[in-house]
Structure formats: C-alpha cells, structure tokens
C-alpha cells in the first residue's frame, strides 16, 4: 500500500490510550511495568515459540501492567504485524509496536494496526530521519519511546519534549546487558521528565533501585517469559496491593 493510502487509512478518531499518562507516579509501593511478548530473541533463542498474543496480553493487563510491548520483527523474534491486532481487540491498555522503525510507512502502518506506541532507536537513525519519524508520529497521534545507550544519545533524545526516554542497558554490538547503563544516565534525566528503564530487569529490588533514581516504568520481556508463570512474576514486579 503506498504511503499515501496508509496514511488515510489510519482511522483519525480512533480512541488512543496514552502511556505517557500512566507513566505518572502509581500508588504507593507499585511500579509501572511495560510487560512484552515475544517468541524469541537474537540473545535468548525460542522463549514462548506458540505464544497467543490475545491471551498472554490479556494476563498482563489482569495482572496489572501498565502497557504491553509486542515484538513484530519476524526473522529474530518470530513477530508477526497480527499480533498487535489480536492484542488490541483484547486488552484496554497502551500497546507498544517494538521494531526496528525506519520509515514513516511503519510509523503509519503501526497506528493502522492498533498500537498507541512507536520505538525509535537513536543509535540506529541519523539525527534527520529521527525528526521525521517524531513527526510521523505525532501526525499518526502515536507517542514515541526514544531510545538510549550513552550520554550522546540521551543528549538527543531530550530535544524531542514529547517522547518518553527509554534507557536501554543492551549493547546493540554484543547483546549484553549492563544495568550500570541506566544507573549512570539517570543524574543526567531532567527531573520531571519520563524515562523507562529497558532490558536486565529481573527482580523487584532492581525495580525499587531505579524508581528510587526517578525512573517512571520498567520494559520487561526476557524474565517474564522465561518465568514458570508470567503473570505472577509481572504481579511481583509490579508490587503494592
């Protein structure tokens, strides 16, 4: 479909479900959680080969999450562009298209599929197609998670006033994760504004350490689906009552 047809095909008065929203502070002693599912990874191989995207989305939002990240990616993460749709027509809760966005027919075609949220990688995209796929963003009325790995990046990042700051501690080149990422960037977060911590997050002490760094939500995958039961890992992440 050319650009131009998906682009008016993208419903304008479509309801959206605002994760910037629920990054607010959340009850005493819960965390915002941003739970995903994906069948595989390049670092994990096969976690969940016959995951059912309506169902496992349906589990996080009873067990509480904030948002639910769908991995759409088919040749690494065995993705498929249905899965948002069968989550949306599941769940009341934002969903995150996670993908390699690198062309504003995706930004589109995510809104097209029902997600609320785009993934824009700052250490994949010149500083000139960041901007254009911000802006796609805004046109499709997506809220975009920019992402980060070094002070350069968060540097960047910042320029947009909209996006959400996603602190990833996987290095992209070697697939290893290091939480020490999102420890040293956060003196350098503007209070105030919303920032997540990606990747490595396994326990609920790990989640309390960053919160108390005023990080507002936590991107979980590999830990949960590894887990004999997600739902119940993402409840005691999650915390409170």
């Known amino acids: 479909m050319p650009l131009s047809a998906l682009r008016n095909s993208v419903d304008k008065n479509r309801k959206i479900i605002s994760l910037a929203a629920r990054l607010k502070a959340p009850p005493s002693g819960r ?7 994906k069948r595989a990874s390049p670092s994990e191989g096969e976690l969940l080969p016959d995951l059912d995207p309506a169902r496992l989305a349906l589990e996080y939002e009873k067990a509480g999450a904030a948002a ?20 949306r027509k599941a769940i009341n809760i934002p969903i995150l298209r996670k993908d390699f966005t690198v062309d504003p027919w995706q930004v589109f075609q995510s ?12 250490a994949a995209l ?3 197609l960041l901007r254009e796929l911000y802006a796609a963003a805004g046109e499709a009325r997506l809220e975009a998670i920019i992402e980060v790995h070094d002070l350069p990046e968060l540097e960047t990042a910042l320029q947009f006033p909209d996006a959400i700051i996603g602190v990833n501690n996987r290095n992209l080149a070697t697939l290893k994760t290091d939480l020490e ?4 960037l956060a003196a350098a977060i503007p209070p105030g504004r919303k ?5 490595g997050i396994k326990t609920r002490r790990e989640v309390e350490m960053f919160t108390e760094l005023g990080y507002r939500g936590f991107l979980v995958g590999t830990s949960l689906l590894k887990s004999k039961s997600p739902e ?4 005691e992440l999650i915390g409170g009552k």
Request: aromatic share 2%.
């Open 68 to 87: 639910v990240s769908i991995l759409t990616e088919p040749a690494h993460f065995l993705g498929r562009d249905e899965d948002i749709r069968e989550a």
């Open 111 to 122: 809104a097209a599929l029902g997600a609320d949220v785009i993934l824009l990688i700052a």
């Open 126 to 128: 010149e500083r000139g």
């Open 31 to 37: 965390v915002n959680i941003i739970a995903e599912m």
């Open 181 to 184: 990422t999102a420890r040293r």
């Open 195 to 199: 920032a997540i911590v990606e990747s």
């Open 232 to 235: 119940k890992h993402l409840a």
